[in-house]
């Protein structure tokens, strides 16, 4: 028997259910009208203010004693900030300085520190991006202690604004981070070296590359094609020599250019990691002439297609080697893959 | 008797509260990874400054009879905004000019290339490169079904990974850049997908959306009620948990040498895209292996919706049986454990395999009760109204998330429409939908072999 309360608890339970749904949907739909409705006016305001703002700012950066800024309050200092960026963004060697003292010369670069602070992620960003666009030295200490927290978008924000302020003393302070931080990724550290330029990033490098972490070293040899090549390239191609890291060596590889090295890259034709040993055939077709045929043929018969690929590449760039030469190896291959990858090779040669 | 009737009732009851609270809850974990989206966007502004490290991608364009669509597609993904990509277009055996509209338009010539077979597929005919886009080349091969195609394309790219994608798909142009920023933030990605939203009533020009609009057409209105709340944030909620078991086969990123591991696609089925994904899980578990799949919830990627019933009511079928035989087929990530193992795929077996099955049941169950007087009208309309109410809640919490972040629908009559067509949903809908996919669960269940074009 069935207890007479049960169907009147079963449609209690329903009815509540119901209501209950029905009162969160009223709620949610309320804030969105709520949200739409702050969303539009501050789309409004924003609309008046920008076209001004953005006046402003090119007219500082063409002809900064004209530039006049009607003060920014508190509510619009984040939304000014982010246009400044991304006017700053795109702005010439010459045009960047007078953009940055047009903040200075109305005290926001100060408004910025204080943002710094902030909880909210949206305006700290914008703060940490903008402090290190200006440069601002005094943003130091609270910019490194930001970079050494654990989320990685304001830690990278961070060590991105240090590395804008003072290249090599970022690079010496945030060094061990930069080759152990995963959450960092390699393209956004590539990034923001490859924006520094080769000169700013050369000395730090070399000093990072110097103290050789046992741990990150892939990630350092990655990183110093952002240096003047003539000053990495005797570093890493040293570690050809002393480092059993299969991603280090081939890294160091991409370095070889020259004949003196060719002990080391015919060692790492035949690694037993086959990226080793297709690295090594391109550094061969580099820097190798006819002497390196026989492994280079050795090669063209690997079991990975990359290394074959590389292997027939290498034989078509190499030097000393005519097209009739060519031409007979291919016909002579009696490896079929061998034979067709010195095919593709050849016909890929004029699309070059 | 009436314990048994007692117990069924409490059964659907039951399932409905908790086949709606699932998704609230994906929502709601959804809900802070929007937020801090929101938030980091300022710096998205900025000028993009490429690194050289952004890997380079191999897009795969499985074409089968495309002879009007071809080449446009072609040319859109052409211009796409990515360092480094190449264009695979894979001809699956057409039977149409497909291959002479690419040969027109991309200057195509046959090209003596070292075939790299490592994944199983039907013959290869003649590869081609074109000569006006260095970075284009055309697979002509037998016809073996998208599946196949797809595994001919990944046995010809070059690039570390590959993104398999639909032709009628239209992709922004920072598609590429933004699906592929997991690979980049968290090397142990395997794949990622992209958030695929309805074009339906949108401007494409171009090959580019660029007016973002809604649809007259109600049937593909209630489409985008619907992937706003089934798949959109859902896919970014089970994202958190590393336990997306779904990439749509319209726009997916994977490590190419994952894929290659676990054996490519599998053909014969419907749900390819699926099976591939829910494999890396159970492969990559079985090994050990930290690794990790990504939604990208930006709305990066659009497809038309079908607007007549007989094809929306195949898609379903296909979908449904696709999902089944997914499920079925990697069992094993169930024994694997982990949020996907204990979680994802107990949630998707009851509730998107079985579900349907159940809710029909519910209705006609209640009914049945109803019309022989076993109950009286007010517990029927009360159940009723609990599985509107549920459903209706659950669409208007997906609506406050497309508020949070992305604002497709600026205007105060889109969401209206949009409310409005949350509510029509519930009524009848739905219900049409659930009785597809059990047929689509029937047609698995019988073995009906599933179309793979």
Redesign the interface.
Known sequence: ??PAA??DL??T???T??AG??A??VL??A???A??LE?RWRLWRLGHREPAWLEVLHRAATEPAAARLAPIGAFDL?AFL?LW??VY??ASEEEAPRLAQLLRGHGLHDRALRMLGRR???PR??AI?TLGHLREERAWAALEDIARQAG??VSF?AARALLRIDARRALESLGPAIAHR??W???????????LGPTVVTPALLTLMASRPREGLERIV?LA?FGQRSRVAPVVRGWLSSSEDPLVIVASLDYVEQAEDLPWVRSAARHDDWRVRMAGARALGRAGDRGELELLLDLLRDPV?WV??HAAQALVRLQGLTEEELEALRHGARDA?AA??L??AL?ERP?R | M??LV?CV??FF?LYF?LANLGPLALNLLAMPALI?R???R??E??????????PPVSLLVAAHDEEGTIAGAVRSLLGLDYPQFEVIVVNDGSADGTLAALQEAFALEA??????R?LDAQPVRTLY?SRSH?NLRVVDKEHGGKADALNAGINASRYPLFCAMDPYAVLSRDSLRRVVEPF????ATVAAGGTVRIANGCTVSDGQVVRVALPAHPLALLQIVEALRASVFAGLGWATMNAVLVISGAFGVFRKDRVVEAGGYRTGTAGADMELVARLHRVLRAKGERYSVHFVPDPVCWIEAPESLAALKAQRIGWQRGLCEALERNRAIFRGGGTVGWLAYPYFVVFECYGPLIELAAYAFMAALWITGQ?SG??FV??L??A???G??LS??T??LE??SF?LYPR?SQ?GVL?ATAIAENLGYRQMVALWRVLGLVQWLRGTRAPDR
């Not at chain 2, 502004?45 to 952004?54: A, I």
Request: proline content about 8%; hydrophobic content about 50%; glycine content about 4%.
């Open positions: 028997m069935v049960a169907p079963e449609l339970v329903a009815v259910l119901t749904a029905l969160a949907s949610l739909l804030t969105i009208a949200l739409r969303r984040p982010r960026n991304r963004g795109s909210t992620l949206g960003l914008i991006t990685p978008v924000a995963e959450d990724p390699l393209a956004r550290l590539g990034s923001v070296l490859h924006e990655k094609r297609w074959r690929y893959y067709d990858m095919a593709q016909a699309r | 009436s314990i007692a009732e409490w009851l509260v801090r929101t938030a980091v300022p710096l502004d900025l000028p993009p400054v490429h690194s050289g490290f952004e090209f003596p290339e070292a075939h790299w490592r490169h260095a980049l933030d968290d090397p109950i007010t517990p009360a159940f109204a609990l509107f109410s549920l209706f809640l208007v919490s609506l406050l508020e949070l604002h105060f969401v409310v």
